[in-house]
């Protein structure tokens, strides 16, 4: 992500304010009310590069989240894409054998290939699902939470 400085405002010689981020940042010492009139003050142009940059951020966390395992029966299984792909094809063959396959889990945090019947396969897929859509909804929570907020202490207090 790129870099992007923005000088608010000179506060008096050799003072100024540059908001990087999130964060606000003084070239010499100010007042916590000083700081707090400053933000008050920011033009709705750079709330909405604030709600553009946390928009980002909140996207890029639910990618993560997606992708970074989910919990069915004590066991964290993986949630990448090509873990995605395995189990998808696993729930196709599970349907013509009644045969168990093994799937690479984690319980107690030592990986391990458990076997699984495809009734258990099913199970699994489907914690995967719920997994996705509590993410989803949870995404989705936050980005009305974000259009509704109106300054930049309410953008930043959101978070995954």
């Known amino acids: 992500m790129p870099i992007s400085l923005i000088l608010i405002k000179p506060l008096a010689e050799g003072v100024d304010l540059v908001l990087h981020g999130l964060k606000l940042y003084a070239t010499s010492a100010i007042s916590d009310q000083a700081v707090a009139d400053i933000i008050s003050e920011l033009p709705a142009a750079n709330i909405f590069s604030l709600k553009a940059a946390k928009s980002k951020e909140l996207e ?76 989803l909804g949870k995404l989705g929570a936050l980005e009305v939470a974000l259009a509704n907020a109106t300054t930049a202490e309410a953008i930043a207090a959101l978070v995954w």
């Open 60 to 135: 890029a966390d639910c990618g993560v989240a997606l992708t970074g395992g989910f919990t069915h029966d004590d066991c964290l299984y993986k949630s990448d894409l090509e873990a995605q792909s395995d189990y998808i094809g696993l729930s196709d063959m599970s349907k013509t054998t009644l045969e168990s396959y093994p799937i690479r889990c984690a319980v107690n945090g030592v990986q391990q290939n458990k076997m699984h019947t495809p009734l258990e396969i099913k199970a699994v897929m489907g914690a995967g699902v719920v997994h996705k859509y509590t993410q």
